[in-house]
């Protein structure tokens, strides 16, 4: 079966970076993009953008260029974001998704807590 | 960037009731790529519903979505004590994918 397991995880003091995981099993890796999604404590899901892992290509949402970075290892069939700068307002749980053209966001992660705090 | 606007914000029902929730494009989505998803509190997103009307693997048959352009609906029969949850609509046919800002059915 499908699985997307997740990182642990994370504190972060403002400025600083954070790098999530996310590794895939149960199917073949470059069949599917990976998304990033956001979620901030009690509000509703962010889009951050998504990567084929067929041949890396990237599309991010605007708001989040420059400061963030979506890679793939197909040697491991994990993805990885990397999240420079951060902000308290970063504070979320991040989750990834498998992402189809025709079928959306078919398979999601656990979620990554990150807490940014001074 | 299209936006979704899903309506209502809450929806207080009783078990057994039908639920209708509605999700509006600020735009036409491109070939219904229109996904929903149901959130339950502390888990993942689960999806329900893709090209607008077809149940992803396992889902029930009372779920079910319709709609096409930028006006798309999201039916649930005979709600079940564990269909209560946050739903949301996004769509996934032009870049950035969206989603609409999330729909509470609670009990009543």
């Known amino acids: 079966q499908v699985q997307l397991v997740q990182s642990g995880a994370e504190v972060k003091k403002p400025g600083a970076s954070v790098k999530v995981s996310c590794k895939a099993s149960?199917?073949?890796?470059?069949?599917?993009?990976i998304g990033w999604v956001r979620q901030a404590p009690g509000q509703g899901l962010e889009w951050m953008g998504w990567?084929?892992?067929?041949?890396?290509?990237?599309n991010y949402v605007q708001k989040f260029h420059g400061r963030v970075t979506m890679t793939t290892d197909t040697s491991t069939s994990t993805a990885y974001m990397e999240v420079r700068s951060l902000r308290s307002d970063d504070t979320a749980m991040y989750y990834c998704t498998t992402v189809a053209y025709t079928t959306g966001c078919d398979y999601w992660g656990q979620g990554t807590l990150v807490t940014v705090s001074s | 960037e299209i936006v979704l606007t899903q309506s209502p914000g809450t929806l207080s029902l009783s078990p057994g009731d039908r639920a209708t929730l509605s999700c509006r494009a600020s735009q036409s989505v491109s070939s219904s790529y229109l996904a929903w998803y149901q959130q339950k509190p502390g888990q993942a997103p689960r999806l329900l519903i893709y090209g607008a009307s077809r149940r992803a693997t396992g889902i029930p048959d009372r779920f079910s979505g319709s709609g096409s352009g930028t006006d798309f609906t999201l039916t649930i029969n005979r709600l079940e004590p564990e269909d209560f949850a946050v739903y949301y609509c996004q769509q996934y046919g032009s870049s950035p994918y969206t989603f609409g800002q999330g729909a509470k059915v609670d009990i009543k």
């Open positions: 149960g199917y073949t890796f470059t069949s599917y993009g």
């Open positions: 990567i084929s892992a067929y041949n890396g290509n990237t």
